[in-house]
Nanobody, 127 residues
């Protein structure tokens, strides 16, 4: 089992920055990918950033590419999502997720591929 705990959400004005953290515990060596998703009430949860634990490579949704950075601190079993140049449309509940599955290009952001989820942290960006 793996437990994920997010922190770092909050309110910020457009153009500002926030850094989300996700601390993992448990059988973390089994994790192959970690991801950040976000969800707005009434809409589907969407994937925004992915990290492959094997080599640290990352992938971003077009909506956040160039503004968000996904990084990790292996010593702390923690991953981070640095969010810069925030826009009101980035307002959402952000969730950290992990999987021990092998992902393909087509499945990288399929919710059903992720075994473990955090409780979510709210990000609100005002104009």
């Amino acid at each position: 089992q793996v437990q994920l705990v997010e922190s770092g959400g909050g309110s910020v004005q457009a153009g500002g920055s926030l850094r989300l953290s996700c601390a993992a515990s448990g059988y973390t060596s089994s994790i192959s990918y970690m991801a950040w998703f976000r969800q707005v009430p009434g809409k589907e949860r969407e994937g925004v950033a992915l990290l492959y634990t094997g080599d640290g490579s990352t992938y971003y949704a077009d909506s956040v590419k160039g503004r968000f950075t996904f990084s990790r601190d292996n010593a702390k079993n923690t991953v981070y999502l640095q969010m810069n140049s925030l826009k009101p449309e980035d307002t959402a509940m952000y969730y950290c997720a992990a999987t021990n599955s092998r992902l393909t290009v087509g499945s990288r952001f399929l919710i059903g591929q992720y075994n473990y989820w955090g409780q979510g942290t709210q990000v609100t960006v005002s104009s």
